[in-house]
């Protein structure tokens, strides 16, 4: 396995979000997430996307982190947002997406983020026992779907304030 940085909008990257986006569409039934997002909210210093390849150069994992400061939407100062964590139905259970969350809790460190936080759903208890397992605890609301009744927003420390 190969896990590097591609552009949010790279074709394997598209492809991807295409996948997850419509399980979010079975799990929930609305069509998939509806967050703002933005290629150049991936783009270092803004962020980070990666993609696991196997040995044969086929995508099977992804996710990125993209720079939140304290805005309108409950997000703080320091924070990194992780989205898009995704791993192909046939390559699951192997810890690629526990190995795409440490390299981008790495990365947002490296870049001076001080909390990883992430919005996932009721509807994907194998994310939140990822999480949970990880260090991530339950925060406050925050982001797109903060006032939805299934949205779990959680939070981990990357490195204390400055």
């Not at 492809?15 to 997850?20: G, R």
């Not at 996710?63 to 309108?72: C, F, I, M, S, T």
């Given at each position: 396995m190969n896990i590097r940085p591609v552009p949010y909008d790279h074709p394997d990257a598209v492809?991807?979000?295409?996948?997850?986006q419509a399980?979010?569409?079975i799990r929930y039934g609305d069509?998939?997430?509806a967050t703002p997002m933005d290629p150049a909210d991936f783009t270092p210093p803004n962020g980070t996307y990666l993609i696991v390849y196997d040995d044969d150069g086929v995508p099977v994992a992804s996710?990125?982190?993209?720079?939140?400061?304290?805005?309108?939407?409950g997000n703080r100062d320091g924070d990194a947002e992780l989205k898009r964590m995704?791993?192909?139905e046939s390559m699951r259970g192997r810890g690629l997406a526990r190995r795409v969350l440490a390299a981008l809790e790495a990365d947002a460190r490296a870049?001076?983020?001080v909390r990883m936080v992430l919005e996932t759903g009721t509807k994907q208890p194998e994310a939140i026992a990822l999480?949970?397992?990880s260090g991530y605890e339950p925060c406050e609301p925050f982001g797109y779907y903060r006032f939805h009744q299934e949205s779990r927003c959680y939070a981990k420390a990357l490195q204390s304030p400055t």
């Open positions: 492809k991807l979000d295409a996948e997850v399980e979010y569409d069509g998939g997430d996710g990125g982190w993209r720079v939140q400061d304290a805005n309108g939407e995704y791993v192909i870049a001076g983020r999480y949970t397992s």
